[in-house]
């Protein structure tokens, strides 16, 4: 005992929690890349087609309180509010861009209701605040609400890939999928009637072995 050197064991030990990490990161990264389909995206790819009744029936009650909200406000037709032709720029920050599907929901009742004095123009957002706008303008809102619901769902499902060393390339695959289904049925005319309507910035994680850094796009 007295040969013992406790700075060293502390070193030691670091060095494999680092190797241990590093491991299931290559490996995760690795995956990733490769576009192979996880547990995660096995089951998102399915509940994509056919969302599970939970999902539908925690969309439906969000709208139904999104409607009530609205309702509430508005409840005197004579109501003003300072609003014309708006712009919308979505906050960033992985899946907390979620938080705007909330708002989204209130804004496009009140659109509905008041099309000459709530006009929404052109949308902006870098990373996944520039996704979900985009994404609920090709696929609709309901469509986009059962996405975050879902996921969500599979989070808590397989907790053990959404772990801080392996959540982001988890995320990375599973919405490189996405873009891929929610893009299959756009036409040259659709995107034509994008331009001047999106201003975005997202990012994808970049390839190994380089992974951290983010592979920019940007989009008008």
């Known amino acids: ?16 929690l680092i190797l241990f990490v590093a491991v299931i990161f290559l490996s995760t990264c690795t995956k990733a890349q490769k576009g192979d389909l996880s547990p995660v995206d096995h089951t998102f790819q399915q509940w994509y087609a056919n969302p ?23 409840v005197n037709e004579s109501v003003v509010f300072p609003f014309g032709s708006v712009d919308i720029v979505c906050s960033g920050g992985g899946n907390m861009a ?32 520039g996704e979900l706008p985009f994404q609920i303008w090709t696929t609709g809102q309901e469509q986009s609400m059962l ?43 659709d995107l ?8 975005l910035s997202p990012h994808l994680l970049g390839p190994l072995p380089l992974c951290c850094p983010r592979e920019q796009l940007h989009i008008t």
């Open 52 to 74: 599970p009744p939970e999902v539908k029936a925690a969309a439906f009650a969000l709208s139904q309180y999104a409607q009530s909200l609205v309702d509430t406000v508005f």
């Open 147 to 189: 996405v975050g619901l879902m996921y969500g769902k599979i989070m808590e499902i397989y907790p053990d890939y959404f772990q801080w060393y392996n959540a982001a390339f988890t995320n990375d695959a599973s919405w490189r999928l996405l873009a891929k289904w929610i893009t299959s049925n756009l036409t040259q005319n």
């Open 98 to 129: 979620a938080y705007y599907m909330g708002v989204h929901l209130a804004m496009s009742r009140v659109s509905e209701r008041y099309p000459s004095r709530l006009r929404r123009v052109r949308y902006g957002g870098a990373s996944a605040g």
């Open 1 to 16: 005992m007295d040969d013992f050197n406790p700075f060293f064991f502390v070193k030691f030990m670091m060095f494999r």
């Open 192 to 199: 034509g009637n994008m331009t001047g309507f999106f201003e």
